[in-house]
């Protein structure tokens, strides 16, 4: 049942109906409404009194076996109600019951026609040009993703510029024109002998070394042998260059992302089940989706955390990927630049297998990396003099110039320097962002937005400041210094949409001097070759944040940032300014890179007894009363102490323990077992809800299940309390 309930319901079979498969969509009443619900399996006897299978949706089983003993594992490794994880794994429409078009979409195509005609209709052209472009065919439901809507189809079909297709794909695997170097060939090789196993790689690869190559020699191989491969890529990954890619090589590929319609999710997962679909290329959901012959399971950039999924069943897409490639007896490949802590930890345990791709394909070089000591130096809305200065130069040589900050808006914070007011938003424990275009302040937790205030509210003076430095306050900035050159500033408040990021992609790879300013979208996938200098502006927020993971996460996008620049004839310089440039992380990657950063972490985590070295879970308890939500977490501190208790004494003979209540951090359970709470969030009140946390850290997994076990059995509830538990959580601060 779609439901928050941890147990399966029982219902008869009126002999008018057919016998569905384990499975199969049923129609029930439940309570007062009608449901849709998965057949788990039959009994023969049932000690409720039961009501009676409204309808069977589905001659056959909806959700295949291998589907079936994913949800199982799910449920169980993330201790969540089995209802919702079948419901989190159907598309929203087959959850509702929806039976899918077996029509195939028309697919459209731009002709070799000429866009003389169109310089008086600028959207027809960029359409057309954009289809061009893309050199494959798109399926239509796509189009809305590229900005283009159907009256300017229409306009260009008229013309005769595009043309569409209701057409089955037709996939081959030609030889591509390219040969592999030595690391790539080693790499290929290595993956093609596992295939059939359940080998798990990591592909470790440097920013443009030919990852995607590595895969698609792989993918040509399991297609030849009549096979299917899942695909995974970060959601900012899938851009429409990324599908053509594939689509160019393979003559066809499926993609799933959370742009698409249900109807059209539900059409392209039963293409993959019916195997008419070769390859599925999509964001996180997409590791459910049925394939009939599934082969291989590629999950690129997957350190990313947009794999994980943060509210309901809190899954991370990598882990399931793997799982799942294990259940069935298939390889998987994580391809990473900045491999994810626990990956590395995961080759060292001898569980996946090192392919490494330590050189640029083409040749290009490594950017050279420089720590830019801003002690006792006046900054400029957040520009140091040399580092304007080395701006200066890079853009004199017509060279282009990457500055990378991770916050949008124009500043994280606005006060009155007369009576101390902070602009604060009034449904969250949240500073309000200033944006100056459009001017406003808002809410980077909630989003909400207020109009900025003509005075200080708080005394009405007309002295409110605004510190800390976002996207917008360097943009400004950057166009006082250097009026006349071109900037293009990329965040999430102007990469909303697909067409004019490509656009401003297209126009930077044009070459000349220009300034980008932009965000971490900045890090992903895109190769930008006449970018030079990389400037990092605040680096020690990261470095120096409470949240444990931070470091590793700032380390990834300052790498994979450097990776987008230089090119073979012009290496790229990348600086990174900070308060603190002696910090042993900072220096560790700038001396030996992602690898010798993440072993000096791996260090740390390993002496704090943090993931990887540890296995994690936070409980956390929301409710608009903060006493509820303690008191359930007070609740829950019992179950789990006597759970840890109990399963010490069992699994692990330690000494019986005081009774229960006691603080449970002694010294002999410290290295086993620790929990740390009930305390507030470090957002503590968000959309007027507050929140609070416990995490319950253990050294070995199975002591951790056993006690999240004992919290799923014990049924806590407190009226007005919602509680979930994370396993493997990324956001624990
Ligand atoms: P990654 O996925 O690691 O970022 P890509 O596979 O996209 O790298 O490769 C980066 C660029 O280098 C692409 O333009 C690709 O066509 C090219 N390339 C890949 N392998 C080779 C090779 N062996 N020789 C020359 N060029 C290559
Ligand atoms: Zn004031
Ligand atoms: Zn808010």
């Known amino acids: 049942m779609p439901r928050p309930l941890r147990r399966v319901f029982d219902y008869s079979l009126p002999a008018d109906l057919p016998r569905p498969k384990v499975g199969a969509r049923v129609r029930v009443p439940f309570g007062r409404t009608e449901v849709v619900g998965i057949v788990t399996g039959f009994a023969k006897t049932s000690s409720y009194r039961l009501k009676p299978v409204a309808g069977v949706i589905d001659g056959d089983a909806f959700l295949a076996p291998d589907l079936i003993t994913l949800a199982s594992w799910l449920s169980g490794y993330y201790h969540h109600p089995l209802g919702e994880v079948y419901a989190t794994l159907l598309p929203s ?9 077996p029509r195939w979409p028309l697919s459209w195509t731009a002709t070799a026609g000429d866009v003389e005609g169109l310089e008086r209709a600028p959207r027809q052209k960029a359409a057309f040009e954009m289809l061009r472009d893309l050199g494959a065919a798109v399926p239509e439901q796509e189009l809305p993703a590229l900005g283009i809507d159907r009256r300017t189809l229409g306009a260009l079909a008229d013309k005769g510029l595009v043309r569409s297709a209701e057409t089955r794909p037709v996939y081959r695997t030609e030889r591509s024109p390219i040969s592999l170097n030595s690391e790539q060939q080693a790499a290929v090789s290595a993956i093609k002998a596992s295939i059939g196993t359940r080998a798990i790689h990591l592909l470790d690869g440097v920013t443009s070394s030919g990852k995607t190559e590595v895969y698609m020699r792989v993918i040509a191989k399991i297609i030849d042998g009549g096979g299917q491969v899942l695909v995974l890529v970060p959601e900012i990954g899938l851009t429409p260059q990324t599908l053509a890619r ?3 090589r393979f003559g066809a590929a499926a993609a799933l992302h959370s742009a698409e319609s249900d109807s059209a999710r539900l059409r392209t997962w039963m293409q993959c089940r019916s195997g008419d679909h070769r390859i599925l290329i999509g964001t996180r959901s997409a590791v459910f989706t049925p394939f009939a012959n599934l082969g291989l399971i590629i999950v690129d950039e997957e350190h990313d955390a947009s794999f994980k999924q943060q509210e309901g069943l809190r899954y991370s897409a990598r882990d399931v990927a793997c799982k799942r490639a294990q259940l069935l007896e298939i390889p998987a490949v994580l391809g990473s630049a900045t491999p994810a802590l626990e990956t590395l930890a995961n080759v060292a345990r001898g569980r996946y297998r090192l392919n490494e791709l330590k050189s640029r394909a083409g040749g290009a070089l490594m950017p050279r990396f420089r720590v830019l000591d801003i002690r006792g130096r006046r900054l400029r809305d957040g520009l140091s003099d040399p580092l304007l ?8 040589a017509s060279n282009q110039v990457l500055v990378f900050i991770n916050r949008r808006g124009f500043a994280p914070t606005c006060l009155c320097s007369s009576c101390g007011w902070q602009a604060r938003c009034a449904d969250c424990d949240a500073r309000l962002t200033l944006h100056e275009v459009p001017r406003a302040l808002r809410c980077h937790h909630c989003d909400r937005r207020y109009a900025y205030p003509d005075a200080c509210p708080g005394c009405g003076a007309q002295t409110l400041v605004h510190l800390g430095t976002g996207t917008q306050r360097v943009d400004a900035a950057l166009r006082e210094q250097f009026p006349g050159i071109p900037l293009y500033r990329i965040d999430r408040d102007t990469a909303r949409s697909p067409r004019r ?5 297209d126009d930077i790879r044009q070459g000349g001097a220009a300034i980008l300013v932009g965000t971490q979208i900045l890090a992903k996938g895109h190769h930008l070759p006449a970018v030079t200098l990389v400037a990092v502006i605040d680096a020690d927020n990261g470095f120096l944040s409470s949240d444990f993971r931070a470091p590793e996460r700032t380390a990834q996008n300052i790498v994979q ?3 987008r620049a230089g090119r073979a004839e012009r290496p790229g310089e990348v600086w990174i300014q900070s308060y603190d440039p002696a910090n042993p992380n900072l220096n560790a990657l700038i001396d030996h890179g992602y690898a010798g950063f993440a072993s000096i972490q791996a260090a740390e985590r390993r002496a704090a007894r943090l993931p990887p070295y540890a296995a994690m879970a936070m409980l956390r308890a929301e409710s608009t009363d903060a006493a509820a939500a303690v008191k359930l977490l007070r609740l829950a501190a019992g179950v789990i102490r006597d759970a840890w208790d109990s399963h ?8 019986p323990h005081g009774g229960s209540g006691t ?7 410290s290295h086993e077992f620790e929990l740390m709470g009930p305390a507030p969030a470090p957002l503590a009140r968000l959309r007027n809800r507050l929140r609070y946390q416990y995490m319950i850290c253990a050294r070995r997994r199975r002591s951790l299940h056993a006690v999240l076990s004992a919290l799923e059995t ?8 919602r509680w979930s538990i994370d396993v493997d959580p990324l956001d624990t601060f």
């Open 714 to 721: 014990a049924e806590l509830a407190v009226p007005n309390v």
């Open 648 to 655: 010490r004494r069992e699994a692990l003979g330690g000494p």
């Open 501 to 505: 990021l490509a656009a401003q992609l």
């Open 561 to 563: 940032v450097a990776g």
């Open 663 to 669: 603080a449970i951090e002694t010294a002999e359970d």
């Open 93 to 101: 429409a087959a959850r509702h019951g929806a039976v899918p078009d």
């Open 389 to 396: 200065h080395a701006i200066r130069r890079h853009l004199g």
């Open 246 to 248: 594939f689509r160019r």
